[in-house]
């Protein structure tokens, strides 16, 4: 299950460093993210308490990143055959949501113009600001 949600998160930031720097669906990016299957059940279970912070249903979860990124998510090292490729996505970043409401989350606001407000009620922005101050002192600990 964890590999699953890591392999999510690893082609919705695929799909975010794919727009910021144009590269073609269809070319090899290579993109690595700095996360491990540990990270992945610590915010499933431990930080969302095996539930979507939408709507605290169970099934088909997954983690994606709550807010569009600042400034670049693509971290680049080194060059040519030598070049790192990698995210900048940090525990403190994702939240726990189904699949559907992760597709319907990235369509809107990662990769269109809705903001959280026009999407999610207050109680569950809210939520979400716990968890994600939660998992900025977890953070600390886990590297």
């Not at 990124?69 to 949501?97: K, T, W, Y």
């Amino acid at each position: 299950m964890y590999d699953g949600i890591l392999a999510f998160v690893q082609s919705s930031e695929e799909k975010i460093v794919r727009r910021e720097i144009k590269i073609a669906a269809d070319e090899g990016l290579g993109l690595k993210i700095p996360l491990n299957p540990g990270d992945i059940a610590f915010l499933v279970e431990d930080l969302y308490k095996g539930k979507s912070v939408v709507t605290g249903l169970p099934t088909k979860l997954v983690l994606i990143r709550w807010e569009k990124p600042a400034g670049s998510a693509f971290i680049r090292i080194g060059e040519g055959e030598d070049e790192q490729r990698s995210s900048n996505i940090r525990l403190h970043s994702m939240v726990c949501m189904t699949k559907e409401e992760a597709v319907r989350h990235q369509k809107e606001i990662l990769h269109g113009d809705k903001t959280h407000v026009e999407l999610y009620s207050q109680e569950t922005m809210e939520l979400v600001a716990a968890r994600l101050k939660e998992a900025q002192e977890y953070e600390k600990f886990r590297r």
